[in-house]
């Protein structure tokens, strides 16, 4: 069962990148996704979570308005739309599933992709 994260890499401020999670081994279309980011030294933190069904989707407040996350059922994959990129958004990015959109939120999702690297330049 693995999550495949990719897409991340180097950008100036301001500009945008797409990273995109595809599952294999199982299927993921009836389960919360959702991305973390963590900034080494520091603890990993939400960024974006949506429900399979219904309700959400949730952003910090750090990204809301500049990241879309979306997901493709078919596809079994999710999406992260990353706009007006500053510094601060350097980290590496993980996608993660689980069965409730409460858990992903919280950290507590039961599967975890290997991150992508995103770095912003000033």
């Known amino acids: 069962v693995q999550l495949q994260a990719s897409g991340g890499g180097l950008v100036q401020a301001g500009g945008s990148l797409r990273l995109s999670c595809e599952a294999a081994g199982r299927t993921f279309s009836r389960t919360a996704m959702g991305w973390f980011r963590q900034i080494p030294g520091k603890e990993r933190e939400l960024v974006a979570a949506?429900?399979?069904?219904?309700?959400?989707?949730y952003y910090s407040d750090s990204v809301k308005g500049r990241f879309t996350i979306t997901r493709d059922q078919d596809k079994d994959a999710v999406y992260l739309q990353m706009n007006r990129l500053t510094p601060e958004d350097t980290a590496v990015y993980y996608c993660?599933?689980?069965?409730?959109?409460?858990?992903?939120?919280?950290?507590?999702?039961?599967?975890w992709g290997r991150g992508t690297l995103v770095t912003v330049s000033s």
């Open positions: 949506t429900p399979w069904h219904g309700g959400g989707p």
């Open positions: 993660t599933s689980g069965d409730t959109v409460a858990n992903v939120r919280d950290g507590r999702g039961q599967y």
